[in-house]
């Protein structure tokens, strides 16, 4: 790993997260909302959210119908991390005085920078998920770290429901040369 | 006064830039730059009765990369002509 290439990356994730909190602050002070979003963190997936997906967001699944992703956070970022242009976002509020992981996302830029493709989401199913949800937060992260890549637009590469992501501005796109299902919304800069 | 001379000099002889700091500061210029002209964030574009009313408890929000591990280096893949 070259550190100053993982530096700079990592300085504009950390910034384009700054950018979302600083978004979020200012809606809460001017038009309310602060009950919902009251306490959130937006960080990087380390070894808490790792293994707080592996041991607390199982206990939930049967109720929701999810059962897990094919593989274990642990190991997607493990593939993701060599790339130090990779995405990633862990969303963690205090619910009731308890650290809660509300959810996670991967994804990595395409080799020219063109566009941001999320490649991973996943969500808790514990009664203390947030109301208004993670996509809210992760698609705004994914957007601006985006911008500060230099990339036109952000795909979302084979989402379970892609019409959730419609009203998030989210519309069918199609690729050559590639598999899976891609959604896409074009940057405004 | 030739000692304060001196002492001025000697202090602008060291400093701590490395690859690092020179990444982190390349980083922030890159940060300046793009927000310069200001930017409209997600949350932004959303009005102010959507935000209060805002309900994804119930969204389907997974996403899951059909090629698994698989993290190949993406071309930069042609949309197709609509």
Redesign the interface.
Not at chain 1, 117 to 123: A, K, M, P, V
Not at chain 2, 54 to 57: A, I, N, T
């Given at each position: 790993m070259h550190?100053?290439?993982f530096?700079?990356?990592y300085?504009?994730r950390n910034?384009s997260r700054e950018?979302?909190a600083s978004?979020?602050n200012n809606?809460i002070k001017t038009?309310?909302?602060l009950e919902?979003w009251n306490h959130l963190t937006l960080c990087s997936i380390d070894k808490s959210s790792i293994d707080y997906a592996r041991i607390e967001w199982p206990k939930h699944y049967s109720k929701s119908g999810?059962n897990g992703?094919?593989?274990s956070w642990d190991?997607?970022l493990y593939?993701?991390a060599p790339?130090p242009s990779y995405f990633d976002l862990a969303v963690w509020q205090i619910v009731d005085g308890e650290k809660v992981l509300q959810?996670m996302?991967l994804g990595?830029p395409?080799?020219?920078k063109?566009h941001l493709?999320?490649?991973?989401?996943?969500?808790s199913y514990a009664p203390t998920?947030?109301?208004?949800?993670?996509?809210?937060p992760?698609?705004?992260c994914a957007?601006?770290y985006a911008?500060?890549l230099g990339c036109n637009q952000v795909l979302?590469?084979?989402?379970?429901?892609p019409t959730?992501f419609r009203r998030?501005?989210y519309a069918p796109?199609?690729?050559?040369?590639?598999?899976?299902?891609y959604i896409s919304k074009e940057l405004?800069? | 006064m030739s000692k304060t001379i001196t002492a001025n000099a000697a202090a602008l002889t060291v400093e701590t830039t490395d690859?690092?700091t020179?990444?982190?500061a390349?980083?922030?210029a890159?940060?300046s730059e793009?927000?310069a002209a200001g930017?409209?964030?997600?949350?932004?574009?959303?009005s102010?009765k959507d935000?209060?009313e805002?309900?994804?408890?119930h969204?389907?929000?997974?996403?899951?990369?059909?090629?698994?591990?698989e993290?190949a280096?993406?071309?930069?893949?042609?949309?197709?002509a609509a």
């Open positions: 550190l100053p290439d530096a700079y990356y300085s504009l910034a950018k979302v978004a979020i809606k038009v309310g909302g919902a999810h992703l094919q593989y190991k997607l593939r993701f790339r959810g996302a990595k395409s080799n020219g063109h493709t999320i490649n991973w989401i996943e969500r998920y947030m109301k208004p949800g993670v996509l809210f992760i698609l705004a957007e601006e911008k500060l979302i590469k084979d989402p379970e429901d959730v998030y501005g796109y199609e690729l050559r040369k590639v598999s899976g299902n405004q800069t | 690859e690092l020179l990444a982190i390349a980083a922030h890159r940060v793009v927000y930017s409209v964030t997600l949350i932004d574009t959303i102010n935000w209060l805002w309900d994804g408890q969204e389907n929000a997974i996403v899951a990369d059909s090629d698994g591990l993290v280096d993406e071309e930069e893949a042609l949309p197709v």
